[in-house]
Nanobody, 126 residues
Framework: QLRMDESGGRLVQTGDSLRLSCVAS????????MGWFRQNPGSEREFVAG????????RIGDSVKGRFTISRDSGETTIYLQMNSLEPEDTAVYYC???????????????????WGPGTQVTVSS
């Protein structure tokens, strides 16, 4: 069974950069569209970025567009979220997730994703 674990979250200052990783175990991410979401207590899970199973197509959430990018390594075992120009509003628990989707599709709805990691906390101080 595919499992995934996020890492890289920590306390940073406004304007800093951070790279989150999501590592697969029990399989690879090759067949799946992969996404990053974030969530704060009392709020819905928010789509941040996604990359198609083909690796060709990406979608970036409006609130992070121009600052965040997503990539997948050639071995299909790690997904990255590069976060630049971080703002206090980016503070959240960040989750990676896998979705079975057509090779060039990137769903933005959390319900489309079937496997989730436990999350990693990112805190941006002002």
């Amino acid at each position: 069974q595919l499992r995934m674990d996020e890492s890289g979250g920590r306390l940073v200052q406004t304007g800093d950069s951070l790279r989150l990783s999501c590592v697969a175990s029990g399989g690879t991410f090759r067949p799946y569209c992969m996404g990053w979401f974030r969530q704060n207590p009392g709020s819905e899970r928010e789509f941040v970025a996604g990359i198609s199973s083909s690796g060709v197509f990406q979608r970036i959430g409006d609130s992070v567009k121009g600052r965040f990018t997503i990539s997948r390594d050639s071995g299909e075992t790690t997904i990255y979220l590069q976060m630049n120009s971080l703002e206090p509003e980016d503070t959240a628990v960040y989750y990676c997730a896998a979705a079975r989707a057509l090779s060039n599709l990137v769903p933005t709805e959390a319900a489309a994703y079937h496997d989730w990691g436990p999350g990693t906390q990112v805190t941006v101080s002002s």
